[in-house]
């Protein structure tokens, strides 16, 4: 059976930062965690994401819901993963408070 993961992460940011930095720190998970976390598909409406991804050969899925003072990280793991629950969720805590939190760098041209 299927476990719902939810994570609630507090920010300080617009929605529109919000969005843009998590848009970016998505994109960057997929380097950092190389083979062991694989995003499959990611489909940004607004300051919603669906998306589907693999962790350790397992497919799950999920939803982020960027709100004006929190995000809402919504996973489902497919029951082997639920045993890691837990542990699970710190890291996705702090992955999402990493890419919150971290300044971006800004693009000058003369």
């Known amino acids: 059976m299927a476990e719902p993961v939810v994570v609630t992460i507090p920010h300080k940011l617009t929605k529109e930062e919000a969005v843009r930095r998590l848009k970016r720190g998505f994109g960057d998970v997929r380097s950092t965690f190389?083979?062991?976390?694989?995003?499959?598909?990611?489909?940004?409406?607004g300051d919603h994401l669906d998306f589907k991804a693999s962790l350790l050969g397992q497919t799950?899925?999920?939803?982020?819901?960027?709100?004006e003072h929190s995000v809402?990280?919504?996973?489902?793991l497919p029951w082997m993963l639920a045993l890691l629950a837990n542990k699970a969720k710190a890291?996705?805590?702090?992955?999402?408070?990493?890419?919150l939190e971290?300044?971006?760098?800004?693009?000058?041209t003369t």
């Open 34 to 45: 190389g083979e062991k976390f694989v995003v499959l598909t990611d489909d940004w409406n």
């Open 60 to 67: 799950t899925t999920g939803t982020v819901d960027v709100g």
């Open 72 to 76: 809402r990280l919504e996973v489902v």
């Open 91 to 99: 890291i996705v805590q702090k992955q999402g408070q990493l890419m």
């Open 102 to 108: 971290k300044p971006t760098k800004t693009t000058t």
